[in-house]
């Protein structure tokens, strides 16, 4: 089983629509990551979070610690929000783990 | 400002070759971690360094080493290629590392082939 789960693995939506992506991990962490990956590579630092909750725009992420699981959420969802989104937590000896990754489409 | 700059964007390798990369942070970032990502593995860490000391290490064999210079600049070296090292590396920069509160800034990455 890996350390970090992301659910879904792949997720359609219609421009509009509010969209949850799920993370949840196994390992003690000191902190999570949310990165948006674009076709071509580049990775975009969304949030890092250690506890509670930080909106940015669109984008809303909450971590429960207690219950190891975060979400992803955005709100008013747009075709240009199509990316790969990728958890990552920060591990006990200070590396990142990183879940496989939730690949989203918003069709206009 | 500048982002950080990886080189080379693509490559292409013989089974048998080494092969670096570099890596270029932001102005005033004194950490560099670096990932490997696959279809199959997703992203992995590879290593971060912090003021030419490396600071910590994934699971990767020995033929994996890197190294930071005292501007910051970071190479890694992949020694001996295997067809499975075909990858996107990927750089990061942050002032204090990926381990603190600091936003992580990443690379366009290299895409390596080997063959």
């Known amino acids: 089983k890996n350390e970090v789960e992301q659910s879904p693995q792949n997720l359609t939506a219609q421009e509009g629509e509010f969209i949850t992506i799920n993370c949840s991990y196994s390992?003690?962490?000191?902190?999570l990551h949310w990165l948006q990956q674009h076709p071509g590579g580049g990775i975009v630092s969304l949030f890092m979070?250690?506890?509670g909750k930080k909106k940015h725009g669109r984008l809303i992420a909450t971590i429960n610690i207690q219950e190891k699981h975060s979400s992803l959420h955005i709100t008013a969802s747009h075709p240009r929000d199509s990316a790969v989104y990728i958890c990552?937590?920060?591990?006990?000896?200070?590396?990142?783990?990183f879940g496989k990754g939730t690949k989203l489409s918003v069709k206009p | 400002k500048a982002g950080v700059t990886q080189t080379p964007r693509y490559l292409i390798k013989t089974r048998g070759q080494q092969v670096t990369l570099s890596c270029s942070p932001i102005?005033?970032?004194?950490?560099v971690s670096w990932y490997q990502q696959t279809p199959g593995q997703g992203l992995q860490f590879l290593f971060e360094?912090?003021?030419?000391?490396?600071?910590n290490k994934g699971n990767f064999p020995g033929r994996f080493s890197g190294r930071q210079f005292s501007n910051s600049r970071s190479e890694m070296n992949v020694s001996t290629l295997e067809l499975g090292d075909s990858a996107l590396y990927l750089c990061?920069?942050?002032?204090?590392?990926?381990?603190?509160?600091?936003?992580?800034?990443f690379g366009e990455g290299s895409w390596l082939t080997v063959v």
């Open positions: 102005s005033g970032h004194r950490s």
């Open positions: 990552a937590v920060r591990g006990s000896q200070g590396n990142l783990i």
């Open positions: 390992v003690g962490i000191s902190a």
């Open positions: 360094y912090f003021s030419e000391t490396q600071r």
């Open positions: 979070l250690s506890s």
């Open positions: 990061a920069s942050s002032l204090d590392g990926p381990t603190s509160g600091n936003t992580i800034y």
